[in-house]
């Protein structure tokens, strides 16, 4: 059985409870750790009790110096200065563990995740990160890192506890939603890691096993093992802003967005709390009310009024 621990809030639950529902499609045996960054979102949890899930209390695991912290970040931030701590939350919950598996709450499985597993086993390091793959019109590694907090991998051994203990002081001491001498939130910190942890960090060779707006274009989507939806926000009146800054190939929206958007629609008509996480559409927005056969008419909405860079 693989353990994988996200980090979210009610306001994040239909991406959250996506994923959990491709984790059933494709990943079982599974263990889906959540650390609910309100109470209504473990409340809720504790409520439907899904089989596969244990939810963690922000306030059972909060240290003092995470508390000391807290009130100058946003919740963006401090989420991110939580992800280098959220594999301790699991282990100091079940020591027998042997390997957690960070995920992003917007990831959704495509396929079964096997192959990444293989070649992390076969590398015989102790942590795994994923490199951004960019593709080069979008290349932001200088501001946001080379390297994705998407899909990583830690051992519970005293090689990924070093790498992990590194992350964390530095998270500590500065994790904040800008680019600074360096630094980008709790990203751009990988990016010495292949080199300082030589010995224990194995970045994925398989770059097109984790897509998202950025590498849509460079890599065919039917490669795809996970889709990051990055930036995709649930929008008033059933509308849903899919990302932002990027262009995504028609046919990625077709196959990939809009069984996403069913999915997230049919998750956020189920729960007995609204859910709203942006005001308003940006340019690359695309206007959908998350069946299928409302698609091919907001597509064409969305494309006869933009023009795109082929």
Known sequence: MEHYVTIFDSGFMPQGLA??????????????????????????????????????????????DLL???????????????????????FDREPSISRVTYLDADLFLLKSPKPIFSEFDESNKSVLITDH?????????????????????????????????????????????????????????????PELFQDEVHVLKKLDAILAPWNARRFPYSGAIVWHFHGLRILEKNQYLLYRKY?????????????YLDEIAEIKNQLPFKVVQATRPGLFSILAR???EMFLELKAKFYSGIKFRK
């Open 133 to 193: 793959a960019y593709d080069p019109e979008y290349d932001h590694s200088a501001s946001s890192g080379q390297y994705c907090v998407q899909f990583m991998i830690f051992k519970h051994d005293s090689g990924a506890e070093r790498v992990r203990q590194w992350w964390q002081d530095r998270c500590i001491k500065w994790c904040f939603a800008r680019a600074e001498d360096g630094k980008f939130g709790d990203q751009k910190y990988l990016d010495s890691w």
């Open 68 to 90: 000391r912290v807290k009130g100058g970040r946003s919740r963006a931030e401090y989420c991110w200065t939580l992800t280098p701590f959220s594999p301790k939350f699991v």
């Open 19 to 64: 994923l959990h529902s491709s984790l059933r499609k494709h990943a079982r045996p599974f263990t889906l750790w959540v650390i609910c960054v309100d109470e209504l979102a473990k409340e809720y949890l504790d409520q439907r009790a899904f089989e596969e899930i244990r939810t963690i209390a922000l306030k059972d695991v909060e240290t003092p």
């Open 247 to 259: 262009y995504v190939p028609e046919v990625v929206i077709e196959h990939i967005y809009s069984p």
């Open 290 to 292: 998350g069946v299928r």
